[in-house]
């Protein structure tokens, strides 16, 4: 990661994670029409790093918001939606969210155009985050089950952060209030797991969180 973006997230008091998932963010390109499940608006955090000039048209929906504009959608239960809809799904730290996390990814599908892409944002290692609820944490082995299961092919999944002395800071960022300090911890800990991953067997068994992206072909 940048220095510069490392800065850039933390000085806007964005977690660790969210520094590497906006960072994964801006390489992701979209076209066409899609539907962000979750997100109230393109306020949301990541959209200042998303690629949308292609993009005609983005739904939002949030079946928690008294917002009138917004898609009231429950995303626990079949989507009141037709099939063939969008060209691209959005769902960063959503599916944690979600009980019925099956009916979810069918239900994705479904809506989805043929050629169409879901791209998936979801924390591993990770506290405790009520939104309401939090009812899972995914593994990369889960989500390409998952995906597969429902019919996704092309999936791709890749680490957003990994290192176990990313996850301590992490967790210790959540106590600090002065932002210098926990760049200069996180810092510290990406120059260290550096070290470490150089000569880690497995590279990946401290994922911060994960990126999945597939197709409906």
Known sequence: MKFVHLWKNISKKYSLLRAYQNETASNIILHGDGIDLGAKSKDAK???YLNLSNVNNIV????FSKDKSMVDINLEEKFSIPDNSYDFILSFNILEHIYNSQLFI???YRVLKHQG???IMVPFLWRYHADPYDYFRF???ALEKL???NGFKDIKICVTGSG???VISSMIANFIRFQPLVF???LISIKIDDIYLMKARNKHTYPLGYYCTAKRL
């Open 46 to 48: 990541y959209y200042q």
């Open 184 to 186: 200069l911890i996180h």
């Open 117 to 119: 892409e879901i791209h």
């Open 60 to 63: 939002f929906v949030d079946y």
């Open 106 to 108: 069918q239900e994705s």
């Open 139 to 141: 593994t990369h082995e």
């Open 147 to 149: 995906m597969k299961d």
């Open 164 to 166: 176990p002395f990313k």
